[in-house]
């Protein structure tokens, strides 16, 4: 038996070996897709074809072949769960249906940054802060490679925004691009060892993400050590300034699509490449393997692909999509405590807005994320089938005990339509132009609360939106994101109290957009479009850090999120005061249930640089744990902190590195509510 087809080889023996077997024309031919979705299979040496899905919200319908899969809740709403085991669950659950669907790779998951509150696909990404978005993303890439199916972590790197996508060129220093957006993916990387990742549509000063060989070999290989495959985002290599020729020096492997939309790294330009004597054999072969090493990782040689199920229709992921849902809500307001209602004494509802019988998922909504679910729980048919006979809907607000309003954004159009129209929403390829709710969705909040002050207001979105107005004249707000295909099932079960909401904001939501640091000018966002330049000149302070340093206070800050009982934090604690540099070590915290019901609470755990030699954020998300607490219990949260919590990136000497010295670490429920800290030192 030839040695790359043996699986009680090792994976790197078998990739060298085939790499050996290969002739330079099949190993061109495996640079660029097949078709949409596809690569090249090669016979002589029974090389099967590699199938890829979209993502990140589950297995798209689109991508595999039409067919019906879970749909999840949106992964900003995933990271405001704060919950590592319900990432890890939700990512085995994706890469199980996307062996069932066909394919080898889940397009996801989406780990950009949501650098500003009007991206357009805020909603498939996790956090404004790339500590909370690794620890998540990483727990999803375990997740769904467990399944020995290939994650891809997307989109490397500064795509954070819509506009103009294909063409603008974000400007960043090399501080802000380490320290803040290379930190998440190398943290990613570091953690769960990725199979995939996808390259951006965007410049990076000045040069497309495809050839970009500073980001992809200098960072993304020499730096961060990544063993995967880098394939381009659909089309993105089409801008090359130095063809084939650059994309490969860059270390791009895969060129995607196949067909008409992808045109770079058609084997005649290849050829071309290597007989002017731009790239030799050993180009071809640096960025050939990492691809055979994704074909190994995934079995594709050991294993048939799967016929595709039309239907995957799996309750137990449907439990897992639901659990995320309720533990992703965040209650923002809760005057008078009028949520959870009591079924007993309350008999009278009106469940009315444009998102209260929406259903999401449809084909192409969205964009990549359309995930098609065998079937769709509205947040009216939760509601309505919790209440059952115990309580009456009834349609005018003025008869009702308490109206559910839900409001939210549109992400029920198709890309398409979408980039060609004026719609305001969450969606790909294109971004919002307002933070607040539509005029028709403001004016029927103001028409119903005037006939019913017990108006409860419920978000259904995935970015944040102005919600003054339901601050200052609804008595609760509950922000329920995209919660997925059983969504309606999680909200009924925390407007009736069956579950206490545990959700904790992953971005900061601004009283104003020119409070945030992306909206300080229209360079920062959506950028010169006049020369297709986004500006990053906030630099590292992205998010929170930047409303700590210019002491602006937020509409609802990082990690913010209420609950129906009480908690109280105590006893911070180190194992020791003096830390070195070698190891991890741990931060414990004493919680306990103060009020009458179960609940969960999000310890967050913040550090300062009280003596650093450079410029550094007040305090930074270092790391959290939540636990579940029945009334009047007390546990101890231990959390485990790493060298790299100490980190800063130097541009004197280009790496990451830790200064000895005095910190502070702060323990609390949200960035602005830290009540306990304690001090250390540190030493390299």
């Given at each position: 038996m030839d040695t790359y087809l043996d699986n009680n080889k090792e994976i790197e023996e078998r990739a060298s070996d085939l790499l050996l077997r290969m002739t330079i024309e099949e190993k061109i031919l495996l640079l660029r897709g097949k078709d949409f979705w596809t690569t090249n299979s090669i016979e002589r040496l029974k090389i099967p074809s590699f199938g890829m899905t979209d993502g990140p919200l589950g297995v798209a319908a689109h991508s595999s072949f039409k067919g019906k899969r879970t749909r999840f809740p949106a992964t900003i709403g995933l990271a405001a769960t704060w919950n590592k085991e319900l990432a890890y669950q939700m990512g085995k659950a994706i890469g199980k249906e996307t062996k069932l669907a066909g394919r080898h790779q889940i397009l996801g998951p989406g780990v950009n940054l949501i650098r500003s509150p009007l991206c357009g696909r805020n909603f498939e990404y996790l956090s404004e802060d790339p500590i909370l978005s690794s620890e998540l993303g990483a727990e999803l890439v375990k997740g769904i490679q467990s399944e020995k199916t290939a994650s891809c972590i997307k989109h490397y790197i500064t795509n954070n925004s819509e506009t103009k996508r294909m063409k603008i060129s974000t400007e960043i220093s090399e501080r802000a691009l380490q320290e803040v957006y290379v930190k998440n993916y190398k943290r990613i990387i570091e953690k769960a060892d990725p199979w995939g990742l996808m390259v951006c549509y965007n410049k990076i000063n000045g040069t497309y993400g495809a050839e970009n060989k500073y980001i992809l070999r200098d960072i993304l290989r020499d730096q961060l050590h990544f063993t995967g495959h880098v394939v381009t985002d659909w089309g993105a290599s089409r801008g090359a300034v130095e063809g084939a020729a650059g994309c490969i020096k860059?270390?791009?492997?895969?060129?995607?699509p196949g067909l008409f939309l992808a045109k770079t790294l058609k084997p005649k330009k290849v050829m071309k490449a290597i007989n002017e004597g731009k790239i030799i054999e050993a180009d071809i072969d640096?960025?050939?393997?990492?691809?055979?090493?994704?074909?190994f990782r995934v079995g594709?040689?050991?294993?048939p692909t799967p016929k595709t199920q039309k239907i995957i229709d799996i309750q137990e992921h449907q439990a897992i999509a639901q659990a995320v849902a309720e533990e992703s809500m965040v209650l923002l307001k809760n005057d008078g405590h009028i949520l959870p209602v009591n079924l007993e004494k309350t008999k009278k509802f009106a469940i009315m807005g444009p998102n209260a019988k929406k259903i999401f998922g449809k084909y192409l909504q969205g964009g990549s994320s359309a995930a098609?679910?065998?079937?769709?729980?509205?947040?009216?048919?939760?509601?309505?089938?919790?209440?059952?006979?115990?309580?009456?809907?009834?349609?005018?607000?003025?008869?009702?005990?308490?109206?559910?309003?839900i409001l939210g954004l549109d992400h029920g159009s198709n890309m398409l339509k979408a980039m060609l129209t004026k719609m305001?929403?969450?969606?790909?390829?294109?971004?919002?132009t307002k933070y607040n709710l539509p005029d028709d969705q403001m004016q029927l909040f103001y028409d119903t609360i005037?006939?019913?002050?017990?108006t409860v207001v419920i978000l259904i979105a995935g970015s944040p939106i102005d919600c003054a107005p339901f601050l200052e004249k609804s008595p609760a707000l509950l922000n329920a994101w995209y919660p997925g295909m059983m969504g309606g099932n999680a909200l009924a079960r925390i407007l009736f109290g069956e579950i206490s909401p545990s959700g904790k904001l992953p971005v900061t939501f601004p009283k104003k957009l020119k409070d945030h640091p992306?909206?300080?000018?229209?360079?920062?966002?959506?950028g010169d479009l006049k020369n297709l330049k986004i500006h990053f000149d906030e630099g590292i302070y992205i998010g929170y850090r930047y409303f700590d340093k210019e002491n602006v206070v937020p509409q609802f800050p990082f990690g913010y999120g209420l609950s129906y009982t009480t908690f109280e934090l105590s006893n911070l604690r180190l194992v020791k005061a003096q830390i070195a540099s070698s190891g991890t070590f741990n931060v414990s915290v004493d919680v306990k249930n103060t009020g009458s019901i179960a609940g969960s609470e999000v310890i967050q755990?913040?550090?300062?640089?009280?003596e650093a030699t450079v410029e550094r954020p007040l305090r930074e998300l270092q790391g959290f744990g939540k636990v579940h607490l029945v009334p009047g219990e007390t546990k101890t949260v231990i959390i485990t902190l790493e060298k790299s919590a100490f980190e800063f990136y130097s541009v004197k000497d280009h790496k990451f590195i830790a200064e000895s010295g005095g910190f502070t670490i702060y323990a609390g429920t949200s960035s602005r509510d830290l009540p306990l800290n304690i001090n250390l030192q540190y030493q390299t």
């Open positions: 860059a270390g791009l492997n895969l060129e995607m640096y960025v050939v393997k990492p691809l055979l090493r994704t074909f594709l040689f050991d294993h098609v679910p065998p079937r769709f729980v509205t947040p009216y048919d939760g509601i309505t089938k919790f209440i059952g006979e115990k309580g009456e809907i009834v349609e005018e607000p003025e008869d009702a005990d308490i109206v559910f309003l305001e929403g969450d969606t790909e390829g294109k971004d919002r005037q006939r019913n002050s017990n992306a909206h300080l000018s229209k360079d920062r966002f959506p755990i913040y550090l300062a640089d009280d």
